[in-house]
Nanobody, 117 residues
Framework: VQLQASGGGTVQPGGSLRLSCAAS????????MAWYRRAPGKQRELVAV???????NYEDSVKGRFTISRDNAKNTVYLQMNSLKPEDTAVYYC????????????WGQGTQVTVSS
């Protein structure tokens, strides 16, 4: 499974960005899709997750500001990020749990999000 992430960039505080991550390959189905991030000097943390049934969960600091969604027809997961804060600055990674005849967990290459005035 290959993951192609896009949508990162630099934005001012209060601004918005939308991340996308498309999965490709011999995929039968995708269960869990998620976004993680790693800020400078910090450990990687789970930002948001969405199940195949559409159930979502968010890290406390992004609740009410970030929205995770998925397009199953396109094997794509999105992260809409609003009201961005400097502390959201990090490299964001998509993560996909797919069934390819066996369970396979894959990571995207990471996309930089910088929130700065």
């Amino acid at each position: 499974v290959q993951l192609q992430a896009s949508g990162g960039g630099t934005v001012q505080p209060g601004g918005s960005l939308r991340l996308s991550c498309a999965a490709s390959g011999s995929i039968f189905s995708i269960n869990r899709m998620a976004w993680y991030r790693r800020a400078p000097g910090k450990q990687r943390e789970l930002v948001a997750v969405i199940t195949s049934g559409g159930n979502t969960n968010y890290e406390d600091s992004v609740k009410g500001r970030f929205t995770i969604s998925r397009d199953n027809a396109k094997n794509t997961v999105y992260l809409q990020m609003n009201s961005l804060k400097p502390e959201d600055t990090a490299v964001y990674y998509c993560n996909v749990d797919a069934w390819v005849g066996r369970t396979l967990i894959s990571w995207g290459q990471g996309t930089q999000v910088t929130v700065s005035s």
